[in-house]
T-cell receptor
Framework: ETGVTQSPTHLIKTRGQQVTLRCSSQ?????VSWYQQALGQGPQFIFQ???????GRGNFPPRFSGLQFPNYSSELNVNALELDDSALYLC???????????FGPGTRLLVL | DAKTTQPNSMESNEEEPVHLPCNHS???????IHWYRQLPSQGPEYVIH???SNVNNRMASLAIAEDRKSSTLILHRATLRDAAVYYC??????????????FGIGTKLQVIP
């Protein structure tokens, strides 16, 4: 069973740029959630995708957007990067009707 | 959304049991109580979850108060590999079927050899 993988592991961008982060779900998992974790804080829910549609969102602006593909892999896109977007971005996959989420190792984004 | 309150940090000696408390006084009747832990430089890892009854698995036990306003994660014998940040979270099932999970800052557990 393949776990959740994310790419890239680290990324440096400058303010105003756009970034795309990628996530491959655990085999068979049809739901993916994205989280932002600032240094010293717990993960904050960004949004969740199920069957290629966003079906839940946290308190993040529209410049945070995502996609889920037919193979259940996912992307997180962030436009017009701000310094405060520097964080660890985590994706988690799950089956829709099950309790457990499986997290990837995260992508660490630094915005200069 | 219901919130959880945990101590910022705790210490335990290796090989001894650890009781990690969590308060969730505003929990609703359909909220599940989940515990995840995050080792340094890794994503969170599922530990255990429950609704009303106490739960046991190979990693830990979860004791839930009768009024469900608090819970305790029990590690029966702490090892150095258990040093991590432990998050107590409530899983709320919102309309549309999505599962929102809200993390606090967690409890940083230090295990002393």
């Amino acid at each position: 069973e393949t776990g959740v993988t994310q790419s890239p592991t680290h990324l440096i961008k400058t303010r105003g740029q756009q970034v795309t982060l990628r996530c491959s779900s655990q085999s068979g998992h049809n739901t993916v959630s994205w989280y932002q974790q600032a240094l010293g804080q717990g993960p904050q829910f960004i949004f969740q995708y199920y069957r290629e549609e966003e079906n839940g969102r946290g308190n993040f602006p529209p410049r945070f957007s995502g996609l889920q593909f037919p193979n259940y892999s996912s992307e997180l896109n962030v436009n017009a990067l701000e310094l405060d977007d520097s964080a660890l971005y985590l994706c988690a996959s799950s089956l829709r009707d099950q309790e457990t989420q499986y997290f990837g190792p995260g992508t660490r984004l630094l915005v200069l | 959304d219901a919130k959880t309150t945990q101590p910022n940090s705790m210490e335990s000696n290796e090989e001894e049991p650890v009781h990690l408390p969590c308060n969730h006084s505003t929990i609703s009747g359909t909220d599940y109580i989940h515990w995840y832990r995050q080792l340094p430089s890794q994503g969170p890892e599922y530990v255990i979850h429950g609704l009303t009854s106490n739960v046991n698995n190979r990693m830990a036990s979860l004791a839930i108060a009768e009024d469900r306003k608090s819970s305790t994660l029990i590690l029966h014998r702490a090892t150095l590999r258990d040093a991590a940040v432990y998050y107590c979270i409530l899983r709320a099932l919102h309309s549309g079927g999505y599962q929102k999970v809200t993390f606090g800052i967690g409890t940083k557990l230090q295990v002393i050899p």
